[in-house]
Nanobody
Framework: QVQLVESGGGLVQAGGSLRLSCAAS????????MGWFRQALGKERAFVAA????????YYADSVKGRFTISRDNAKNTVYLQMNSLKPEDTAVYYC?????????????????WGQGTQVTVSS
């Protein structure tokens, strides 16, 4: 049974930083692509960033490119999302997800397992 547990969300002022973590368990972590998605109130869940399972290829949504960095520590079974220069429009519940494939995936439908989400609120 795969479990994903996010942490690190909170309230921050515009321009500030947060680092989200997602601890995974249940199967060989290093094999699988990991992604971060977010869902703002009243909106659909949207892709933020992804990292592949083996060669650590990364991909970002245009809205976060240059501000957010996804990384993973396969020894700790953990994926991170470093968020800098936060904006009020980054306010959302952030979810981590695990695919059953190794290459980076951009669609919610490509992910099989999801965490419970962590709230990020950016005040202006």
């Amino acid at each position: 049974q795969v479990q994903l547990v996010e942490s690190g969300g909170g309230l921050v002022q515009a321009g500030g930083s947060l680092r989200l973590s997602c601890a995974a368990s249940g199967r060989t972590f290093s094999r699988y692509a990991m992604g971060w998605f977010r869902q703002a109130l009243g909106k659909e869940r949207a892709f933020v960033a992804a990292i592949s399972g083996y060669d650590l290829t990364t991909y970002y949504a245009d809205s976060v490119k240059g501000r957010f960095t996804i990384s993973r520590d396969n020894a700790k079974n953990t994926v991170y999302l470093q968020m800098n220069s936060l904006k009020p429009e980054d306010t959302a519940v952030y979810y981590c997800a695990q695919s059953s494939r190794s290459s980076t995936r951009l669609s919610t439908g490509d992910y099989d397992f999801w965490g419970q989400g962590t709230q990020v609120t950016v005040s202006s």
